[in-house]
């Protein structure tokens, strides 16, 4: 089959299914999209007064539908199994219109992994305290990376970011504690 021919086809198609459909859904009654066999119910005379507002408000909106009740649900799904099947429901979407909504808690992505760092060593200048870590000297209230210092002991660097906080060791085998003191001249 030639491509012109396989495209006449196509177009073909579509302009079938185009007029099927303009057939099957143009209206049929009086009003746009009524049937001949819808009817509409008879006012009552105290809601007349209300219906004629609503028109001259201009509502095109239908009124909300109320909920479906525990007594009109369970009759309505014994028709069901009389005729066996719903076209727009499965029976597994049927049996969960009686339950809560299920809720399914997704785990948060795990915070990533606070990165490594070595505490060469600590040293002390009156009440000021530096720490030398990796090839940075910091002091309390520095930030590494996304973490704050927030303290500086004698064998130590403590780190806090979101209120979680982490001690890091001096590297070495044995805490080195530098202390330096100014004599007064």
Not at 86 to 97: I, R, S
Not at 161 to 180: E, M, T
Request: net charge positive.
């Amino acid at each position: 089959m030639t491509a012109n021919r396989r495209r006449m086809v196509l177009w073909g198609i579509l302009l079938c299914s185009t007029l099927f459909t303009t057939y099957t859904w143009w209206p049929t009654g009086t009003g746009r999209g009524a049937s001949a066999t819808t009817t509409a119910p008879a006012a009552s005379p105290a809601a007349a007064p209300a219906a004629g507002a609503t028109a001259a408000a201009g509502a095109a909106t239908a009124p909300e539908a109320p909920p479906l009740t525990r007594e009109d649900l369970s009759a309505w799904r014994s028709h069901l199994s009389a005729v066996r099947r719903d076209p727009f429901f499965t029976m597994a979407e049927l049996d969960a219109m009686d339950r809560p909504p299920l809720v399914v808690e997704t785990p948060g992505a795990p915070p990533a992994p606070a990165p490594a760092y070595t505490v060469k060593f600590v040293m002390t200048v009156g009440a000021d305290r530096h720490a030398l870590v990796d090839r940075q000297v910091v002091t309390v209230g520095d930030m590494l990376g996304s973490e704050r210092v927030a303290e500086i002991v004698s064998d130590a660097v403590v780190l806090e970011r979101d209120g979680r906080r982490r001690r890091l060791p001096v590297a070495a085998a044995s805490p080195s504690a530098i202390q330096i003191r100014r004599e007064p001249q």
